[in-house]
């Protein structure tokens, strides 16, 4: 296992955040999101980020990967669907998210992308499986429910799984801290396990895979 820690190496850019123009989301819920996709606004709001640059970073983390030419690559979570700008062209995506007006949004702003409606028992097979922030709410999730679909990302990869949390506390939000994160894979057979706090203060992204 290896930590990368930057926990210094934050650039100032953060300090710049856009007025946000929609409230942050108090419940996790298909019906919830639907809502919030309902205005239609900026991919960072409808992701519950605080700016452009923070959700970008966030993304980017997952793809810190041994991707190969040819792999697909699923993103629970989806939301509208940002992730399949950044991934390379000769990685297939598909996006996965429990809020049809948010999969609507995706599908209307990202047409060359594959958007389904579904939650974790709707996961497919894959190379790679990723989320980017749907396990952070206090109001509609549990902790049991993340380690449940983090296990169920990691079954439905052949190669392995990348995901977000915040590892710091927020008021309305659960956080994680690395050891349990890494307990939710204790039944795994990962060869290659990465925790890395460089790209944001608040956040944490764990990536494990099996040998190719």
């Known amino acids: 296992m290896s930590d990368v820690d930057g926990r210094g190496g934050v650039t100032t850019e953060e300090t710049v955040t856009p007025v946000r123009s929609t409230p942050w989301l108090t419940q996790s819920s298909p019906q919830a999101w ?22 970008e970073r966030r993304l980017k983390a997952l793809l810190r990967l041994p991707i190969e030419e040819g792999d697909t690559l699923l993103e629970f ?3 509208t669907g940002r992730l399949a700008d950044l991934v390379p062209s000769v990685v297939r995506y598909e996006g996965l998210d429990w809020s ?12 060359h992308g594959a958007f389904q ?9 894959h190379d790679w499986v990723v989320a980017s922030g749907p396990f952070n709410y206090a109001k509609g999730w549990s902790k049991t429910q993340t380690a449940e679909a983090v296990s169920a990302m990691w079954d439905a990869s052949t190669r392995g799984i990348a995901l977000t949390v915040l590892c710091t506390p927020a008021d309305g939000r ?28 608040n956040d944490m992204c764990l990536r494990a895979w099996r040998e190719s």
């Open 77 to 79: 979570g989806c939301g």
């Open 34 to 55: 639907d809502s919030y996709a309902s205005g239609g606004e900026a991919d960072y709001l409808i992701a519950d980020c605080g700016s452009p640059a923070s959700h």
């Open 100 to 111: 049809q007006g948010v999969i609507t949004l995706a599908r209307q702003r990202r047409p």
């Open 174 to 201: 659960l956080h994680y801290d690395g050891n349990e994160l890494i307990s939710f894979l204790a039944a795994c057979d990962w060869s290659h396990l990465e925790l890395d706090r460089s790209y944001l203060p």
């Open 117 to 125: 409606c579904g939650s974790v028992g709707e996961l497919t097979h």
